[in-house]
């Protein structure tokens, strides 16, 4: 297992499930992080159980589906909420801002970038 506090093996979790937004792997890479990237919220928590990471990069997207929760986001978020020295950077559509802070009320998020996300913006959050 990882240790979060070694800068020479930082890990940045992306969770990119649906996109349609820049890569933002070399942005990452230029920061330090070693970058894992993962496409659903099964894998993203199989990973946090098993690995420390520094920073965790999600999408909100609200799913009308659920019963109880309002996105995939919240079973990521009580994953990584273990780790207490993790960062939680997300991205959300400005209409969903609303619905999203029944999520950020519960957990703790280091900040929330709205579409389209600005690179400058992003390179503060995770740093």
């Not at 820049?22 to 992080?33: I, V």
């Not at 780790?83 to 959300?92: D, G, M, P, R, S």
Request: glycine share 2%.
């Amino acid at each position: 297992m990882s240790n979060a506090t070694d800068t020479s093996d930082k890990i940045l979790l992306a969770v990119i499930e649906q996109g349609g937004y820049p890569d933002f792997t070399a942005l990452y890479e230029a920061k330090g992080y070693k970058v894992e990237t993962v496409n659903s919220p099964r894998k993203a928590i199989s990973f946090l159980k098993k690995n420390s990471i520094a920073v965790l990069v999600a999408e909100f997207n609200f799913q009308t589906d659920f019963r109880d929760r309002t996105s995939s986001l919240e079973s990521i978020m009580a994953s990584a909420q273990h780790q207490k020295e993790i960062k939680v950077v997300i991205f959300i559509d400005q209409n969903n801002q609303e619905r999203f802070e029944k999520v950020s009320s519960r957990f703790a998020i280091h900040q929330t970038l709205t579409f389209p996300v600005d690179e400058v913006q992003l390179s503060m959050a995770i740093s």
